[in-house]
């Protein structure tokens, strides 16, 4: 559902640095790396600022979009 993982990847990153960055534990950066919880508001806006992308590129990929072009589409 994220583009954590592409972003943190991107930047050569592990997953303890960018938790211990935003001061949050490995776990929960974890889980909002595979999407199994959603960062509320405020952790959105700071793993975007994090990142230097927008709050918007999170969420909309074309992963997320191609089930429902696939199923009505084809």
């Known amino acids: 559902m994220f583009r954590l993982k592409e972003l943190r990847e991107s ?3 592990s997953k ?6 935003l001061n949050i534990s490995r776990q929960s ?7 199994e919880r959603s960062p509320n ?8 600022d994090y990142f230097e992308v927008s709050t918007d590129y999170h969420y909309f990929t074309l992963t997320w979009i191609s089930p429902f072009i696939i199923f ?3």
Do not use: C, W
């Open 72 to 74: 009505f589409f084809f």
């Open 16 to 21: 303890a640095t960018i938790a211990s960055d």
């Open 29 to 35: 950066y974890g889980y909002y790396e595979s999407g």
């Open 41 to 48: 508001l405020d952790m959105l806006i700071t793993l975007a």
């Open 11 to 13: 930047r050569g990153l």
